[in-house]
C-alpha cells in the first residue's frame, strides 16, 4: 500500500490554486470580449441606420427630382422614428416592403439606436421639384444638421445642393 502512494505522489498535476487563478482569467477574459462584443454591436447599429437615412433622404430628393413633386423628410424625436411623403403630406411607398415609408428606431435591428436631436423647424426637410432642400419651407444657407443618432454621428444636408453627408459628432 505504501508503494502505491508513492506512485501516486510523483504524479505531476495542477493544485487547486493553479485551477482557480485559471478559472478567474478565463472569467475576465470573457467578460472583455462579452463588453466589446456589445460596444461593436451597438456601433455597427448606429452605422447601419446613419448610412440608412443618409440613403433615404438621397432618395426623398431623387424622387423630387425625377416625379416633378415636392418631398419631404420628417425626424420625430419624440417617437424616434422618421419618415417620407410628399409635399401633399401623402406618404411615400416604401420600394423596399410597401406600405408608408416609416422607419422606426429604438426596436428590431435597430435597438440601441435613439435621434437625439435635429436643426431642422418641426424636423420637416423639404425637396422642391429642382431637388434644393428647405427648412420647413424656408431657404436656409450653409449647412444643417438633419438628424443627430446617439450623440454620435449626424446626417448634414448643404443649402442649394442638397448634398447629404455623414460626420462624427
Given at each position: 500500500?505504501?508503494?502505491?502512494?508513492?506512485?501516486?505522489?510523483n504524479q505531476n498535476g495542477f493544485t487547486l490554486i493553479e485551477l482557480v487563478v485559471v478559472i478567474?482569467?478565463?472569467g475576465i477574459l470573457s467578460y472583455a470580449?462579452?463588453?466589446?462584443?456589445?460596444?461593436?454591436?451597438e456601433n455597427l447599429q448606429i452605422n447601419a441606420i446613419i448610412l440608412k437615412?443618409?440613403?433615404?433622404?438621397?432618395?426623398?430628393?431623387d424622387l423630387a427630382l425625377t416625379e416633378g413633386r415636392g418631398s419631404r423628410v420628417y425626424i420625430d424625436v419624440s417617437n424616434n422614428q422618421y419618415y417620407l411623403k410628399w409635399d401633399d403630406e401623402s406618404y411615400m411607398q416604401n420600394p423596399m416592403g410597401g406600405g408608408n415609408f416609416v422607419v422606426q428606431l429604438g426596436d428590431g435591428n435597430f435597438s440601441t439606436v435613439q435621434i437625439t436631436g435635429t436643426a431642422f423647424?418641426?424636423?420637416?426637410l423639404d425637396f422642391g421639384t429642382s431637388g434644393s432642400p428647405r427648412n420647413a419651407g424656408n431657404?436656409?444657407?450653409g449647412e444643417l444638421?438633419?438628424?443627430?443618432i446617439n450623440n454620435e454621428k449626424k446626417v448634414v444636408i448643404t443649402a442649394n445642393t442638397g448634398f447629404v453627408r455623414i460626420e462624427n459628432l
Open positions: 500500500m505504501k508503494k502505491r502512494c508513492a506512485a501516486f505522489k478567474v482569467i478565463v470580449v462579452v463588453a466589446n462584443w456589445s460596444d461593436s454591436h437615412m443618409a440613403s433615404d433622404v438621397r432618395y426623398a430628393r423647424s418641426g424636423g420637416r431657404s436656409f444657407s444638421i438633419l438628424v443627430s
